[in-house]
């Protein structure tokens, strides 16, 4: 990265009204000590219900020549938000953070200079402790074992990240479905990849929009659009399932031609469940694969704008 580079720091907002002005005023104090770039500081509103589209605006007042903001309709979902973001960018590489100041502004230089070290692709902010709840930490964990975006010596994945224009700018271009895992995305463009350590404060004011539901709703769409982790699953039950017929009919012709035992009405019984809900759980499981194919077919865009300032 160059001394004169223009950097573009793109934040999905939900519901921030209480952090907004904070974030904004450290973001420009953060910069006006990285006095060799250019910024722009890009919110998009991520269908929020309090004041913070009027906060926004606002800033933009305040700050016109480096904040953009922009109003979806309704709520995309985080990563749907940043995939807009990317399209407003005219930075040279782009920085990614969430809007609760959990990540803080002024640890973006050590993004940066990780970036120049290495004349990396991609820098991943890695917290040196989370302050997330321990749902949502397993819910990560989940992702790194599940989806198929981790690095080949060592895992990263953090929503605070430094990435290359050139990479934002193919995503914009290619991946316009209505669901994207940017991690997983990125990760098919570039294994140029590396992690520095972050601090991750605690959450200041309200709390998480991250819902259990919507958390495991978010996971069960990674699971499905970027791993193939259950269609293997299939394949182990299909082949344990084999097996344990075969052991069991062994089995009973040996107790009928030894022993003259009738066959059992509840192994009858039973085998007949057990092979009935293993072929259900594979067919829940293909169709849901199925499901998702259609819902690509049908090019829903992944985002619809209200207003641009």
Same mark, same amino acid.
């Given at each position: 990265?160059?001394?004169?580079?223009? !950097?573009?720091?793109? !934040?999905?907002?939900?519901?921030?009204?209480?952090t907004?002005?904070?974030?904004?005023?450290?973001?420009?104090?953060?910069?006006?000590?990285?006095?060799?770039? =250019?910024?722009?500081l890009?919110?998009?509103?991520?269908?929020s219900?309090?004041d913070?589209?009027?906060?926004?605006k606002?800033?933009?007042?305040?700050?016109?020549d480096?904040?953009?903001?922009?109003?979806?309709?309704?709520?995309?979902?985080?990563?749907?938000?940043?995939?807009c973001?990317?399209?407003?960018?005219?930075?040279?590489?782009?920085?990614?953070?969430?809007?609760?100041? =959990?990540?803080?502004?002024?640890?973006?230089?050590?993004l940066?200079e990780?970036?120049?070290?290495?004349?990396a692709?991609?820098?991943?902010?890695?917290?040196?402790?989370?302050?997330?709840?321990?749902?949502?930490?397993?819910?990560?964990?989940?992702?790194r074992?599940?989806?198929?975006?981790?690095?080949?010596t060592?895992?990263?994945?953090s929503s605070?990240?430094?990435?290359?224009?050139?990479?934002?700018?193919?995503?914009v271009?290619?991946?316009?479905?209505?669901?994207?895992?940017?991690?997983?995305?990125?990760?098919?463009?570039?294994?140029?990849?590396?992690?520095?350590?972050?601090?991750?404060?605690?959450?200041?004011?309200?709390r998480t929009?991250?819902?259990?539901?919507?958390?495991?709703?978010?996971?069960?769409?990674?699971m499905?659009?970027y791993?193939?982790?259950?269609?293997?699953?299939?394949?182990?039950?299909?082949?344990f399932?084999?097996?344990?017929?075969?052991v069991?009919?062994?089995?009973?012709?040996?107790?009928?031609l030894?022993?003259?035992?009738?066959?059992?009405?509840?192994s009858?019984?039973?085998?007949?469940?057990?092979?009935?809900?293993?072929?259900?759980?594979c067919?829940g499981v293909?169709?849901?694969?199925?499901?998702?194919?259609? =819902?690509?077919? =049908?090019?829903?865009?992944?985002y619809?704008?209200?207003?641009?300032?």
């Amino acid at each position: 990265m160059e001394g004169n580079s223009k !950097i573009s720091v793109v !934040i999905p907002v939900y519901n921030s009204s209480a952090t907004i002005s904070e974030l904004v005023d450290r973001l420009i104090k953060t910069f006006d000590t990285l006095t060799n770039y =250019q910024y722009e500081l890009i919110f998009v509103n991520d269908g929020s219900t309090d004041d913070s589209w009027k906060l926004l605006k606002e800033e933009r007042a305040k700050y016109p020549d480096v904040i953009k903001a922009i109003n979806f309709t309704k709520n995309y979902g985080q990563h749907n938000a940043l995939l807009c973001g990317f399209s407003f960018c005219s930075g040279d590489f782009v920085v990614t953070m969430d809007d609760d100041l =959990q990540h803080p502004p002024e640890e973006i230089f050590k993004l940066i200079e990780a970036q120049k070290l290495n004349n990396a692709d991609i820098v991943y902010g890695m917290p040196i402790v989370k302050q997330h709840s321990k749902i949502r930490n397993l819910g990560s964990l989940f992702i790194r074992k599940t989806s198929n975006y981790k690095r080949q010596t060592q895992e990263g994945g953090s929503s605070f990240r430094l990435i290359r224009r050139n990479l934002t700018n193919v995503l914009v271009e290619k991946h316009s479905q209505h669901f994207l895992f940017l991690d997983a995305a990125l990760n098919w463009y570039s294994t140029n990849i590396e992690l520095v350590n972050v601090k991750h404060d605690p959450r200041k004011y309200g709390r998480t929009g991250y819902t259990f539901m919507k958390l495991l709703n978010i996971y069960l769409n990674i699971m499905y659009y970027y791993s193939t982790k259950p269609l293997k699953v299939i394949i182990v039950l299909g082949l344990f399932s084999s097996l344990v017929s075969f052991v069991l009919g062994l089995r009973f012709i040996y107790r009928k031609l030894m022993f003259d035992v009738p066959l059992g009405y509840t192994s009858i019984i039973v085998a007949i469940m057990f092979s009935t809900s293993l072929i259900l759980f594979c067919l829940g499981v293909i169709g849901n694969y199925l499901y998702k194919l259609y =819902q690509l077919q =049908q090019n829903k865009p992944p985002y619809s704008i209200k207003k641009i300032i």
